[in-house]
T-cell receptor, first 114, second 112 residues
Framework: ETGVTQSPTHLIKTRGQQVTLRCSSQ?????VSWYQQALGQGPQFIFQ???????GRGNFPPRFSGLQFPNYSSELNVNALELDDSALYLC?????????????FGPGTRLTVL | GQNIDQPTEMTATEGAIVQINCTYQ??????LFWYQQHAGEAPTFLSY????GLEEKGRFSSFLSRSKGYSYLLLKELQMKDSASYLC?????????????FGAGTRLFVKA
């Protein structure tokens, strides 16, 4: 059974640029959630995708958007990058929709915005 | 709104027992999670409490009291490898249960 994978591992961008982060969910999981984790803080929920539809969203502006594909892999896109977007971006998959289940996290993508 | 409060840091000795507390303010939630996160790594699931009471799983136990808005994670027979951040999280019912809210985490240092 393959776990959750994310790419790239690290990324450096400049303000105003756009970035795409990728996530492959664990085998058999159809739900993917994205989180932003700043240094010393807990993960902050960005949004969740279930069967290719956005299922719920946290307090993030529209320049944070996502996709889920038929194989349940997912992308997180961030436009017009700001310095405060520098963080660890975590993807988590779960076998059912909603929060009532264990989530399996990927290793994360460390984004630095200069 | 939803707030989760945990102590920022704790230090304990190898072989001892430590209790990490979590208090929360939310109108209702499906359940309460505890995750462990080693520095530079992803969070890993430890426990999920739905009903009030104590759930035991090996050296780790988690307790929930919905009426008091309180949970704790109990770690017994501490080992050096238990040095990590411990994250308390809830899935609020008023968000459809889709959103998981994490606390800032408690950094536990285990010393010899």
């Amino acid at each position: 059974e393959t776990g959750v994978t994310q790419s790239p591992t690290h990324l450096i961008k400049t303000r105003g640029q756009q970035v795409t982060l990728r996530c492959s969910s664990q085998s058999g999981h159809n739900t993917v959630s994205w989180y932003q984790q700043a240094l010393g803080q807990g993960p902050q929920f960005i949004f969740q995708y279930y069967r290719e539809e956005e299922n719920g969203r946290g307090n993030f502006p529209p320049r944070f958007s996502g996709l889920q594909f038929p194989n349940y892999s997912s992308e997180l896109n961030v436009n017009a990058l700001e310095l405060d977007d520098s963080a660890l971006y975590l993807c988590a998959s779960s076998p059912i929709s909603g929060g009532a289940d264990e989530q399996f996290f990927g290793p994360g993508t460390r984004l630095t915005v200069l | 709104g939803q707030n989760i409060d945990q102590p920022t840091e704790m230090t304990a000795t190898e072989g001892a027992i430590v209790q990490i507390n979590c208090t929360y303010q939310t109108s209702g939630f499906n359940g309460l999670f505890w995750y462990q996160q080693h520095a530079g790594e992803a969070p890993t699931f430890l426990s999920y409490n739905v009903l009030d009471g104590l759930e035991e799983k090996g050296r780790f136990s988690s307790f929930l009291s919905r009426s008091k808005g309180y949970s704790y994670l109990l770690l017994k027979e501490l080992q050096m490898k238990d040095s990590a951040s411990y994250l308390c999280a809830v899935s609020p019912a008023d968000t459809g249960g889709f959103k998981t809210i994490f606390g800032a985490g408690t950094r536990l240092f285990v010393k010899a």
